[in-house]
T-cell receptor, first 115, second 111 residues
Framework: DTGVSQNPRHKITKRGQNVTFRCDPI?????LYWYRQTLGQGPEFLTY????????KSRLLSDRFSAERPKGSFSTLEIQRTEQGDSAMYLC?????????????FGQGTRLTVV | DAKTTQPPSMDCAEGRAANLPCNHS???????VYWYRQIHSQGPQYIIH???NNETNEMASLIITEDRKSSTLILPHATLRDTAVYYC????????????FGQGTELSVKP
């Protein structure tokens, strides 16, 4: 297992376009998390899934954002009608509550630039 | 909001111990102290966590005060590759990856 994988690593898009990011968690990790990180700030929690159920959404997740995890494995995060303020690093993490340590394992992130 | 306070930056000489402090005066009895670090342009990496006893692993040691209101992460022999932003987070054990990050401490290890 190579860890949490995120694609693409970088995305440049024009304002108003839709973008979709993919996250493949560590296999058998049933919890998956999305974070957003802007320059100079710590990551901000956006949402999390336990298996295919989206259990919590931050108020940061506006109506233009939607996340799915249809089969309880990989997840997608879509941003519709992108704005310049959406430019950030989008991080995905996974964890397993059955493990002795419930630490989160993060991917390398997808850096979004909206021009 | 983050429940921890950390100095914004610290320097450490290569080969010396790096001691990173964290205040968490409002920590509740069932919350753990977690430490993560983030090397530039990478995702955060778990380092260590603890409840009330001191903990040690291959990466670091975690010293938690008896009243649990503060802790110190110790990197015993810092290397240049330890240059990163270090985040101290308090979280319930079963929260797993739902973490509230603060600003962290930017540690610079210098030759």
């Amino acid at each position: 297992d190579t860890g949490v994988s995120q694609n693409p690593r970088h995305k440049i898009t024009k304002r108003g376009q839709n973008v979709t990011f993919r996250c493949d968690p560590i296999s058998e990790h049933n919890r998956l998390y999305w974070y957003r990180q802007t320059l100079g700030q710590g990551p901000e929690f956006l949402t999390y899934f336990q298996n295919e159920a989206q259990l919590e959404k931050s108020r940061l997740l506006s109506d233009r954002f939607s996340a799915e995890r249809p089969k309880g494995s990989f997840s997608t995060l879509e941003i519709q009608r992108t704005e310049q303020g959406d430019s950030a690093m989008y991080l995905c993490a996974s964890s397993s509550p059955r493990a002795l340590n419930t630490e989160a394992f993060f991917g390398q992130g997808t850096r979004l630039t909206v021009v | 909001d983050a429940k921890t306070t950390q100095p914004p930056s610290m320097d450490c000489a290569e080969g010396r111990a790096a001691n990173l402090p964290c205040n968490h005066s409002t920590i509740s009895g069932n919350e753990y102290v977690y430490w993560y670090r983030q090397i530039h342009s990478q995702g955060p990496q778990y380092i260590i966590h603890g409840l009330k006893n001191n903990e040690t692993n291959e990466m670091a040691s975690l010293i938690i005060t008896e009243d649990r209101k503060s802790s110190t992460l110790i990197l015993p022999h810092a290397t240049l590759r330890d240059t990163a932003v270090y985040y101290c987070i308090v979280s319930l054990y079963n929260q797993g990856g739902k973490l509230i990050f603060g600003q962290g401490t930017e540690l610079s290890v210098k030759p």
